[in-house]
């Protein structure tokens, strides 16, 4: 793939250079119906082609195939048009060297690569940054550290340097380094090494360190709970080890704090798996003080969560999920959150069998948030799928409702009896998604019925055409709060190379 991390093969037929070239984007925009807007006189059909946000990618490559190195531009754009003041333009340019290993720099340094720009980033730094967002970190999720340019626009990071050295192989034993500079001059270091006997067996370590000066933080009320602190010097450690077999697997990752005048805290995890395939069962678990203070220098606050999964797979894509998720507002606590899903989606037909109609999948969700026992809130997910020839479709419900407890009282973090006591909403929808040869068009409809607001449809339609390989174009027209409100999404893909 192109602007993706690669890996190049020397040979005798391999060309003097490659190169590749990329534009992406995408232009939206919101508007009222006729007959609905607030100014009646200042409305026109003009009013839907005016302004809104544009969002513009560009992206070159050019590559030395006999040297394994890999050149790449990059620029990303977001604005919003007409120029408000308000909202300044994003422009965020982006640099790049890969090498792969092949070469003559790759056979001295291994893989490797030097980043400028705003990055995004996988592994042990972004496990432990934004952790109550992310899911459970699971065993079988855990990525390898790695830097790459970000491919979208972003107002909240900045610019950065990274140089990641993906250390040669000796024997059993891989390694990395990397480093990463930020305008400030805040540096982010980051190492790893792993041992591998064979493909059943290995055993990797990770560390992580990074130090800044966190900004001013004022409290958002008179009562706020996060109160106001000054510019405070701010420091971060993290160590990461995973040990994995064909049928077990162990992670644990650690992360300690340290920010003047808030204090020093800590965030933990740690996962299991059992089995493979077909079976595999996965269990996680993980943490954090009310002082921690992540990577990116927030403070997500405290909290424990544990989670299991339970799968079983076939072949042609079949399988089934079982998924728990339990959430309490620190260890040792009574949890007052929780949710539990199944999915299922069978085997695909074989190309011998192909049926004209056939189950495609269905999944069912519980959950409850009883962080407010007065005010405890109960809701049930159901979703089918049906495939019908070349059109796919899947029907929808969800029930959302609230029980009432005493405030001393502990309701399980389930939807178990007494449940959905007060009737909040209802939804019912449908998807219909139909492809033949270069057109894709998708049609959503939905209808929520709500206790004390109007009820209210939606409706979204999606059509796209993808002529070949070098390039995609795509119009979603869609109403949140249909006839009222309408917004629009023009996307395209444009990619061209030398091969």
């Not at 609905?36 to 003009?46: D, K, L, M, T, Y």
């Not at 002082?291 to 909290?303: F, H, I, S, T």
């Not at 309490?328 to 009574?334: K, L, V």
């Not at 249909?482 to 395209?492: I, V």
Request: glycine share 10%; charged share 20%; with cysteine.
């Amino acid at each position: 793939m192109l602007f993706l991390p690669f890996c190049l093969e020397i040979a005798s037929a391999e060309p003097s250079f490659t190169w590749g070239l990329l534009w992406s984007g995408s232009w939206a925009n919101s508007f009222r119906a006729a007959g609905q807007a607030e100014n009646q006189e200042a409305f026109s059909g003009e009013d839907i082609f005016a302004g809104g946000t544009l969002a513009n990618r560009g992206d070159f490559n050019f590559g030395l195939p006999n040297l394994g190195l890999l050149l790449r531009v990059q620029a990303v754009d977001k604005r919003v048009l007409p120029p408000d003041d308000a909202r300044a333009p994003i422009f965020t340019p982006g640099f790049g060297i890969y090498y792969d290993g092949s070469g003559p720099v790759g056979s001295f340094l291994g893989k490797g690569r030097l980043l400028r720009g705003v990055l995004d980033e996988e592994g042990l730094p972004a496990r432990i940054r934004n952790v109550w967002v992310k899911s459970a970190p699971f065993v079988e999720k855990r990525k390898p550290a790695m830097s790459e340019l970000k491919t979208e626009a972003s107002s909240s990071k900045e610019s950065e340097t990274c140089l990641y050295l993906g250390l040669p192989q000796w024997g059993h034993f891989s390694g990395y380094a990397s480093t990463r500079i930020d305008d400030d001059l805040n540096p982010a270091f980051g190492f790893g090494v792993e041992t591998n006997w064979g493909d059943n067996y290995s055993l990797g370590f990770d560390g992580f360190y990074t130090q800044k000066e966190l900004a001013a933080r004022k409290a958002s009320g008179w009562f706020s709970a996060a109160p106001p602190l000054p510019e405070r010097d701010f420091r971060f450690w993290a160590f990461g080890a995973a040990f994995n077999t064909q049928n077990f697997g162990l992670a644990s990752d650690l992360a300690l704090s340290e920010a003047f005048a808030f204090g020093r805290d800590m965030y933990g995890n740690a996962a299991i798996r059992i089995g493979d395939k077909p079976w595999r069962f996965s269990l996680a678990a993980d943490a954090a003080g009310s002082r921690y203070v992540d990577r990116g220098g927030a403070a997500p606050g405290a909290g424990f969560r544990m989670a299991s999964r339970l799968e079983r797979r076939w072949v042609r894509s079949g399988s089934f999920r079982f998924d728990t998720v339990f959430r309490s507002p620190g260890f040792g606590e009574i949890f007052n959150r929780g949710e539990a899903s199944i999915y299922f989606r069978p085997s695909a037909p074989s190309p011998k069998n192909r049926l004209l109609f056939h189950f495609s999948r269905a999944s069912l969700a519980l959950s409850r948030d009883a962080r407010v026992p007065l005010k405890t809130e109960d809701s049930l997910q159901v979703m089918a799928g049906f495939n019908f020839g070349s059109w796919r479709t899947s029907l929808s419900g969800a029930l959302h409702g609230r029980s009432i407890f005493d405030v001393d009282e502990n309701p399980l973090p389930f939807p178990l009896p007494p449940a959905f006591e007060t009737f909040e909403s209802f939804k019912a929808g449908g998807e219909l998604n139909w492809s033949k040869g270069i057109v894709s068009i998708s049609a959503k409809t939905g209808y929520t019925i709500k206790a004390e607001k109007e009820n209210i449809w939606d409706i979204a339609v999606n059509a796209s055409v993808k002529p070949g390989k070098w390039g995609r174009v795509g119009l979603k027209i869609a109403s949140d709060q249909f006839p009222e409100k309408w917004n629009y999404t023009l996307t395209w893909r444009l990619e061209t190379n030398s091969r």
